[in-house]
C-alpha cells in the first residue's frame, strides 16, 4: 500500500510560484513512476507532469511545458512540482499519483493523495 500526502497549495497572484510537494510512504518508492494531476470546479481531472523511477524521463502537458518542472527524491522519498508563471485558470486541486508501470496512461496510476488546493487570483 502506497500513502500519498501533498503540501505546498496556497493563494498565489497571477505570475507567481509555488512548490508543491508529495511524501510518500511506500516500501521500494523508487520503482513508482510518479505524477501530478490538477482538477478545476466542474471539470475534468487532467494530466500535469510525471517523471519515471530514475527520474531521466519527465513528461509535461502542453498547457505547462516551460513553466513547472517535475523532479523527485528517492532517498527522501518526495516529489515536487515547481510551478511558476501561475495563471488563475490554473486554480485547481492538485494530486500526486503513483504507478506501478513506467509509462502509465492517466487511468493507469494505482495510488491518489488527498489533494491540495492552488488558487491563483488575478
Known amino acids: 500500500q502506497v500513502q500519498l500526502v501533498e503540501s505546498g497549495g496556497g493563494l498565489v497572484q497571477a505570475g507567481g510560484s509555488l512548490r508543491l510537494s508529495c511524501a510518500a510512504s511506500?516500501?521500494?518508492?523508487?520503482?513508482?513512476?510518479m505524477g501530478w494531476f490538477r482538477q478545476a470546479p466542474g471539470k475534468e481531472r487532467e494530466f500535469v507532469a510525471a517523471?519515471?523511477?530514475?527520474?531521466?524521463?519527465?513528461y509535461y502537458a502542453d498547457s505547462v511545458k516551460g513553466r513547472f518542472t517535475i523532479s523527485r527524491d528517492n532517498a527522501k522519498i518526495t516529489v515536487h512540482l515547481d510551478m511558476n508563471s501561475l495563471k488563475p485558470e490554473e486554480t485547481a486541486v492538485y494530486y500526486c499519483a503513483a504507478s506501478r508501470k513506467s509509462q502509465p496512461t492517466r487511468d493507469e496510476y494505482d495510488y491518489w493523495g488527498q489533494g491540495t488546493q492552488v488558487t491563483v487570483s488575478s
Open positions: 517523471v519515471n523511477w530514475r527520474a531521466d524521463k519527465l
Open positions: 511506500a516500501q521500494r518508492f523508487n520503482l513508482y513512476t
